[in-house]
């Protein structure tokens, strides 16, 4: 008699690729981040070199209202997240009354983020308008050279994300089926914005607090 023996089957492999807009997305704010770690290794020379001058020209800063212009941008962040949760469930607008948040869509949580942003670059805008006036400039001193660029780089980063949220919103009114590309679209800027925010509490704290 011939015995056979059983060859045991291989165990079934399956490979899920990441997404690729996504990894490049991450890649892309890597090199943001190396950039803004540029901006802080220059605050900080500046200041160990000049820590006189940053001692008085520092009390011009108005705390208490960029403190407010910052839970601004915070409060941002989270209506960009429950935008993006509405765009994973494929909703791009809102089901029912504008006063229900509950039933809110992409367009609506991304339209109030996009508000709200804007809000913050306003206060940035008033602040360095109060600066200016209380005399101090990018010229008068390396504490204003160093606040302005730092601070100044960041709001223009808020401006590119603000126009992608436009980009987003006008995507999701012009497809005719709101599928995972305009989704995925939303999770991208959705990664920027979070980014944009982290980097300017670091900002905050090191200027507004860091003593």
């Given at each position: 008699?011939?015995?056979?023996?059983?060859?045991?089957?291989?165990?079934?492999?399956?490979?899920?690729?990441?997404?690729?807009?996504?990894?490049?997305?991450?890649?892309?704010?890597?090199s943001e981040l190396m950039f803004f770690a540029g901006l802080f290794?220059?605050?900080?020379?500046?200041?160990t070199v000049s820590s006189e001058i940053w001692a008085s020209e520092s009390a011009h800063l108005a705390v208490p209202f960029a403190l407010v212009n910052t839970a601004v941008l915070v409060a941002s962040s989270i209506t960009c997240q429950?935008?993006?949760?509405?765009?994973?469930?494929?909703?791009?607008?809102?089901?029912?009354?504008?006063?229900?948040?509950?039933?809110?869509?992409?367009?609506?949580?991304?339209?109030?983020?996009?508000?709200?942003?804007?809000?913050?670059?306003?206060?940035?805008?008033?602040?360095?308008?109060?600066?200016?006036?209380a005399g101090l400039t990018i010229s008068s001193s390396p504490y204003g050279s160093v606040f302005y660029i730092t601070t100044g780089f960041h709001a223009l980063h808020v401006v590119g994300g603000l126009i992608a949220f436009l980009f987003v919103i006008g995507r999701s009114f012009a497809a005719s089926k709101f599928g995972h590309l305009e989704a995925t679209s939303a999770v991208v800027v959705s990664y920027y914005w979070h980014f944009v925010d982290v980097v300017w509490l670091a900002l905050f704290f090191i200027i507004y607090f860091l003593r």
């Open positions: 008699m011939s015995s056979t023996t059983a060859v045991p089957s291989a165990p079934s492999v399956s490979v899920t690729r990441p997404n690729a807009v996504s990894v490049g997305t991450i890649v892309w704010l890597s290794a220059m605050y900080f020379t500046h200041r429950m935008g993006v949760f509405a765009a994973e469930r494929f909703q791009p607008r809102r089901t029912g009354s504008l006063l229900d948040v509950r039933r809110w869509g992409l367009q609506e949580w991304f339209t109030l983020t996009y508000i709200m942003g804007a809000v913050f670059v306003a206060g940035q805008v008033f602040e360095y308008a109060e600066l200016v006036h």
